[in-house]
């Protein structure tokens, strides 16, 4: 497993240069200019060129890409043209809450799709699998905005249920930093009250976000069973007398999931990107309303800095899911 | 470039549902003393890297300058200093601070703290720096005595004092301890303090556009006796779409919002029990770019097609609902130096055809596609390239709207070769001057920055402004700005929509609130938070 574990690191090395080199040039493409962004509107062109001097832009980009290079071998990203800021410490600041959600909102569209999914299946055309399919291409089909405006108004205005954006009530103070998730550390501090309050704000994005992974979970999962159901082993067990609730859950469903677990890897990338707009109309502190400022701003080392950033976290999830493949199915972990 | 994006159907989601709902609207629970602002951030905290509108409310709050504007219209006050004076010749400048003024940290302010203020502002050279720049060196600022500032002027610049308020005084101490090769503090105060302000920043609270608290500062040099009851803390919380915004507003969570709230959205507030809009006249500016260098727009007759050919009531009482003042002059008109008899351009499709027909008979370019670049976030700057653009089909001009973003048309703003036909922005208010619109967007001194981007030129008018410029008395300086004025109107380089007037949803339990356009009305010390 261990060995299995480093040749998949050792692939994703590869393709994070390659991230990292394209990304680097083909934000030289973007129309910004970084020098321009940090000085402010009001600035003059003799103001501009002091600015691109002082900071290497003016340099060739070969020049460029090796002082970033040297950068990033030390784990330094740069600093933000808009904030004038660290990078570093606006990811950090960012990216628990991102995951947060992101973890969450996964977690949710597993924790129902899959059991909705098996149960659609075992429903095969009857009554419950047309409702599913039907919430199913409505997941797919619904804008995130438009939902989220809709749950706000009802569970936030109407009712009162839930709050309508942030991720703590200005009354609810924060619990001690630890890893940055106010989830994690609530439950690190001891303060219950605060894993109550983020719970109760997570509970509109996360529904929010999970809402479309939801419906293609419980697509891929049916789909997986329907054609598991039809396979001999499937007969034979049935003919052997074994509890139907063990065959399903147990024998069935994990021949079956193979597609779901690869689907879910890709999801987290689709959460990631749909999380931009949940993030923005919740107010949620996470590191998508970030990335849209610096575009907005041409702001390319942030740009360059959350690109590889993402692309790292694709790539440990992309690990993640072949371990789990490999669990499923043993047989995957000799491959090379 | 992209194109333009379907307008926001957000805000159709939020009207929709909204009116559905909004009468079962529940309050939440507000602070009893925690004023929660969802106006905007700055990109940071240094207030001499960083200098816009977001930036201006932040520093009324949290920092202090020798002179400041309150009020409307806005007066020039003392502040820090109790006093200044000005040499005959115009070019030095001595201001008296008060003394026993106190930083958060405790230590006293003195001139030394001035000086190393507007030192670090000129040597940092961002955007405050810009209108010190080009006459006043670091070394020409001095502390001749304990509480007596000196500037010395390289030439005489009659705007300088209304400039001053633009410099926030920082403390040398808490920032020196900070510095990093010999960055001036740059990287440290950018999530950090060094203020003496009426509201002390709580920098463990700092997210960046998204979060900071501010505590009240109760050894302010001010005191507190203009108000009993002030706010203890101030939340900043902006929010990021508008429909949460206005929701938030509505279930009492913010008690301010930003000031660009939509017309449509006036009266749903208004009948809630919770919010109301205020409405403030702002000297904001709304004006449509014209790239003089370019043809068709190298043709005076060409340009006063253009400028006849917008529907300039349509969109300021259909797309605004009203809420915005015509005003024809390339500057606010409620501020001294505008002629207010000189005519500006109106909607007239048949001056359009005359003018038209003009141009191409001298050989512009008329049916060439126009390039019209809006910021695609932004829907009033899209609406009215919309309506532009139908306006001039009927004269058969092909208009194209193209859809591009603050920062780069700032940067395509920079040559004449690279800024676009057409583009359209505001000009808020920076500094109460004349120089403040007219100068730096019309003398061709500025070609180069994205204020002076129609690339007008005219020798006349440079004089004027120079002139106007280099004469203290504001007596003497009106009659050559309206002199200026007058011309540029004639020659028609831009074309020049509205004066604003700022929406600002405030909770009903505000009082107190004191309006200046300055900051927009975002200084929190006057405010008393009913219970």
Known sequence: MLRFVLRRCGLALPSLFGLLVITFLMIRLVPSDPAAAMAGDDATPQQIALLRHQYGFDRPIWEQFGVYLGKIARFDLGESAFSHRPIALDIAQRLPATLELIVVSLLLSVGIGVPLGVFAALRYNQGADYLLRIVSVLGVAVAAFWLAIMLQLLFSMQLGWLPLRGELAEATAPPARVTGSILLDSVIDGRWDALVDALRHLVLPAVTLAFGSLASIVRFTRAGVLETLQNDFVFYERAMGYRRSRLIWLYVLRNSVTATVTQIGLLFGSLIAGGVVVEAIFDWPGIGSYTVQAILTGDRQVMLAVTLLIGAIYAAVNIVTDVVHGLIDPRLLDRP | ?531
Not at chain 2, 272 to 298: G, L
Not at chain 2, 466 to 478: E, F, K, L, M, W
């Open chain 2, 1 to 531: 470039m992209s194109a333009v994006p379907p307008l926001s159907r957000r805000r159709f989601g939020v009207l929709t549902g909204g009116s559905l709902l909004a009468s079962g609207m529940r309050a939440q629970a507000a602070e009893p003393n925690t004023f929660v602002s969802g106006f905007g951030l700055p990109a940071n905290l240094d207030p001499h890297q960083v200098f816009d509108v977001p930036m201006q409310a932040l520093m009324l709050n949290a920092y202090d300058n020798l002179y400041r504007y309150e009020g409307d219209p806005p007066r020039i006050v003392p502040w820090l200093a109790q006093s200044h004076s000005v040499s005959a010749d115009g070019l030095t400048w001595e201001f008296n601070l008060r003394p026993g003024i106190r930083f958060h940290d405790g230590s006293e302010m003195t001139a030394d703290d001035a000086v190393y203020s507007f030192r670090r502002m000129l040597a940092l050279a961002m955007a405050p720096a810009a209108a010190f720049l080009p006459i006043l060196k670091p070394d020409k600022v001095t502390a001749p005595g304990k509480l007596t500032v000196r500037f010395e002027l390289n030439s005489v610049y009659a705007p300088f004092f209304a400039a001053i308020p633009c410099v926030s005084i920082v403390n040398p101490r808490q920032i020196r301890a900070n510095e990093k090769n010999g960055d001036w503090g740059r990287t440290w105060l950018a999530s950090n303090t060094a203020a003496s302000g009426a509201y002390r920043i709580d920098p463990a609270s700092y997210r960046p556009l998204e979060q900071l608290d501010l505590e009240i500062f109760d050894g302010h040099f001010m005191g507190w006796k203009d108000n009993t009851r002030p706010v203890s803390k101030i939340a900043n919380r902006p929010t990021q779409e508008t429909s949460t915004r206005i929701l938030a507003l509505l279930n009492g969570s913010l008690d301010c919002t930003d000031t660009n709230l939509p017309a449509d959205q006036v009266d749903r507030i208004n009948a809630s029990k919770i919010a109301y809009v205020q409405k403030d006249v702002v000297m904001r500016t709304f004006i449509i770019r014209m790239n003089n260098t370019r043809p068709p727009f190298d043709n005076l007759n060409a340009r006063r097609c253009f400028a006849h050919a917008f529907d300039y009531m349509g969109f300021i009482n259909d797309i605004l609902d009203g809420y915005a003042t015509r005003d024809p002059y390339p500057m606010p008109n409620t501020l001294w130096g505008c002629p207010k008899d000189a005519k500006g351009y109106d909607f007239d499709m048949a001056k359009a055809r005359t003018y038209m027909a003009k141009a191409m008979a001298e050989g512009a370019p008329m049916k060439r596609p126009i390039e019209f670049h809006v910021q695609s976030e932004n829907e009033q700057c899209v609406q009215s390239a919309q309506l532009f653009q139908s306006n001039l089909a009927e004269i058969g001009v092909n208009l194209k709207i193209v859809g591009d973003i603050w920062s780069n048309l700032t940067r395509l703003a920079r040559k004449p070769e690279t800024t676009p036909d057409m583009w359209v922005h505001w000009v808020s208010t920076y500094f109460v001057d004349p120089e403040n619109w007219v100068g730096q967007m019309y003398d061709s001194r500025f070609h180069g920055t994205w204020k002076a981007s129609s690339y007008y030129t005219n020798a006349k008018v440079d004089a004027l402004l120079r002139r106007a410029r280099g004469t203290i008395s504001q007596d003497a300086r009106a009659p050559l700005y309206e002199a200026a004025i007058r011309q540029i109107m004639q020659d028609c380089p831009d074309i020049w929509i509205y004066n604003s007037m700022q929406l600002q949803g405030l909770n009903r339990r505000v009082k107190g609130r004191r309006f200046c356009t300055v900051g927009q009305g975002q200084e929190i010390r006057w405010i008393t938070l009913a219970t």
